[in-house]
């Protein structure tokens, strides 16, 4: 297993006093134990027709629990405890193409429902603070307006009537909004902005109005962070940042401690989802990564990383972080619907480490986040590459077109062509639409054109999945 750890310091820029609770927080950051053991369940999720089913993987009795469903196939899933109780909801968002918003629904474990509406299409959504420290998961959503970022934060969104919700224009549209906690009684707001050989990192404090500004240079390996930071909860409740990324095949781990000024980086022997929670007996959280086999769990308290066997499929965990965009597909003028996967991939094999990457994230290194390639699929060329890369089409497994990627610019890791929707020739597509639809249909996977042939016997086809990472550099 590839493994490497390095701590060292950072600068931080601010008076702010950053004081450790040795209490336990009892913010809701991450809560996914529905089995009440004190440890995070492992919740997997299927999208049908009937929308998304949510089934935990129980760590107490490492059995499965069937969650309930909720939504459409369309939904983005997610869990979270907004109402303070005792286990965690399940939840879904989706954008409302008529209303222009953003639909939030929960499901408790009476199987009553609420809904919500906060946010527009297009917004990124934010799931698992706890702003003002009642133990209740709070609603976060972060738009761009003029430049800025657009927070709306409701407190009790699905029992305040509305009485909750605070609006807040703070930061710029070329930083990463994210939240954590730094003394362990509630969550604060904070961005993050690359420059070529620096990042900073900014706090704000909702209920007291004090800020911070942390600043690292790019020896510390985070200069362009790939992923929204993601927080982590260490043992005295307190939080610290995680930034992956995927190298030669690995998932490279940052990890930044705003308290102590250390930050560590850790390398794992995955590319697969990366899953935030408290998944050992050991106090505090650890990182996740999901690989073919299992998951593989990095503990940063005690520098130690085992491997867990798990059923294949996609998980999640209590932190959400998705650009929400309109449930409502864009077809395509010219293209055949359904007419068979054989029409249009005629052969097909499975996409492999070294033959090119795809993703299904957010392209984060896109600054202006209303940049619609900030919405799709992206593709990376290494050794094999699809000849077409003018534009480069995927379809689900029944042979319905599902979208495209195009030509845009050097991969600077490698020097080979990236390829993005929106851009080049291709049109825009969203995963948050793509990935639950392909769940639906046939074997679940997507498939890339790599032939010149776009129709007929002479098309090729690599299969891949249609969330996290697939293949490699």
Known sequence: ??????????????ALALLVFSATSAIAQGSCDFDADG???LISVTASDSGISFSALLSASTTGSALGTLGS????PFVSNFLGAATPQIGTLLGNSTTGLIDWSILDSTAQSYTASLGNSGDSVIIGADVNGDGATDALTVGINNLRLNWQIDTALFNGNGTTLRQLRWGGKSELPFYLSLDGTRDVLGVVRR???RFVIRTYDLV???TSR???DGSLGIT????????????DGTDILVVSEVVNGATDLVLFNLVSRAVTTKSIAATGTVLIGDYTADAGEEVAVQSETGLIIYNPNTDTTIEQPISAGSYIDGIEASKIMAATPTPVPGLPAGPGLDAVCASRSTLATGEFLIKSEISNHIGNKADPRTTGYTLVCAKQCPKNQSKVDFFYSDGTYAGSVGYYGRYHGNGKPRLYGAAGKAPQHFVSLIAPAAASIGNGKLYMQTSKATTGASTTCKEFNPTGRNGGL
């Open 39 to 41: 440890r995070s369940d």
């Open 214 to 216: 942390v600043q690292g």
């Open 73 to 76: 196939s369309l939904s983005t």
């Open 1 to 14: 297993m590839n493994r490497s750890t390095k701590t060292t310091a950072i600068r931080v820029l601010s």
């Open 195 to 197: 420059f070529s050989n």
């Open 224 to 235: 362009r962070p790939r992923q929204r930071p993601l927080p982590l909860k260490l043992a």
């Open 208 to 210: 007291t109005g004090a």
